[in-house]
């Protein structure tokens, strides 16, 4: 088990979803990199999201589709 982080690299806070280790999780990433770009989101598989205070607060979502919309409305609204 591992958590899947969403920074947007000038943006304060971050969004974080549970998330299995594997295919599925880098296939998660390619879609949400495809929906948003990558040149200034950030996304990273982290073990513990408390060890990782630079992307505090976090904004903890239940799955991909939660994610996708809470990066839509956090950062691009």
């Known amino acids: 088990m591992c958590y899947l982080v969403a920074k947007w690299f000038d943006g304060v806070g971050s ?4 998330a ?7 296939e998660t990433m390619d ?18 999201p408390s060890a ?8 903890f979502v239940n799955n991909e589709t939660e994610m996708a919309e809470e990066i839509a409305a956090k950062y691009i609204a």
Do not use: I, N, T
């Open 15 to 18: 969004v974080c979803m549970r």
């Open 52 to 59: 990782y205070g630079e992307y505090a607060p976090y904004s």
């Open 31 to 48: 879609r949400l990199s495809s929906q948003f770009g990558h040149d200034k989101l950030q996304l990273v598989a982290v073990s513990r």
């Open 20 to 26: 299995s280790q594997g295919k599925g999780l880098v």
